[in-house]
């Protein structure tokens, strides 16, 4: 089965061409940072145009780059959510039109369940059931227990910002520019340990829930307390909001892991790209983690393709209408047989 996947949920236009034979057999990737870069985030109007003036050519270029024609598809694959929705409709529209033209299966998959799968994109990163996951992102923190592909059950979420949204809000703050995860994580390399402490929200109590604003405020307190920053200054803070980052993450998993007995956790979306918390959770956790490499943690095609393949292999396809979702529980998916596609 090769199925196309179209990912523009936000700010990459990601295409690409798996084939549950070959594997991946071409990914193309768009990115619009420079586009946003002087407003500090994404803006959303911009990013849907974006995504219009991209998608086609970079549809021909991984279809070149598959040596297939449109006709050898067996099925198009597109996030219909969650995202933003005008980003969301460009990608759900051409693909579901499409698939509508070539008389082949659309299919509308969820753009967190397909951060989640993208590390089974490896042969080698095959959780065993049930297994624990991590989703980090710039638009969710969340921990899952899931039982069976499809089958997810929430076990803890951020009551406010995501880990990846106060990465970039600490990257404003400090002139960093954006994305910020990266830039905060490169920043902390210079920095000094233990000269600031910051704190690990909502550890101290119980449950799985997590908390991110607070964290915010206290790095704007520091930031104003320190200004004029010198260089140190700025790698001393990003190095205590990363620590702290990471550690509230671990320390909810290790709850989790606790908790419910499972050994195995699969961790994504872009935070998962972070360098310290992969080394904090293989040093510490007493479990497996499981991640993908670092171009398929951050939003691209190939998780599309891969999770629309699967969702195919099951028997799911999208109706005719062009259907988008901005906010989209991932529970409400109907379970996904584990059949190999
Ligand atoms: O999954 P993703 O590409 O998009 C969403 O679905 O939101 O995640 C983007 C987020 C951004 O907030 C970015 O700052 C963060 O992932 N990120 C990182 C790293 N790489 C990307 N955060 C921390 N460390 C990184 N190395
Ligand atoms: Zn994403």
Redesign the pocket.
Known sequence: MIVLGIETS?DETGLAVYDSNAGLRAEALYSQVELHADYGGVVPELASRDHIRKILPLTREVLKQAGISPAQLDGVAYTSGPGLMGALLVGAAFGRTLAWALQKPGVEVH?MEA?LLAPMLDAAQQPPLPFLALLV???HTQLFRVDDLGVYTLLGESVDDAA??A??KTAKMLGLGY????A??ASAAAGSAGRFRFPRPMTDRPGLDFSFSGLKTYTLNTVTRHTPLQPQDVADICLAFEEAVVDTLFIKCRRAVQETGIKHLVMA???S???KLRQQLAEQLDARVYYAPNHLC??NGAMIAYAGALRLAAGQHAPLAINTRPRWPMMELPPLQQTAP
Request: glycine share 30%; aromatic share 4%; net charge negative.
């Open positions: 936000c753009h951060h992102s710039g638009g990846g949204e990465f970039d994305p910020g995860g990266p905060v994580a979306g872009g935070v790209a972070n360098r951050t939003d």
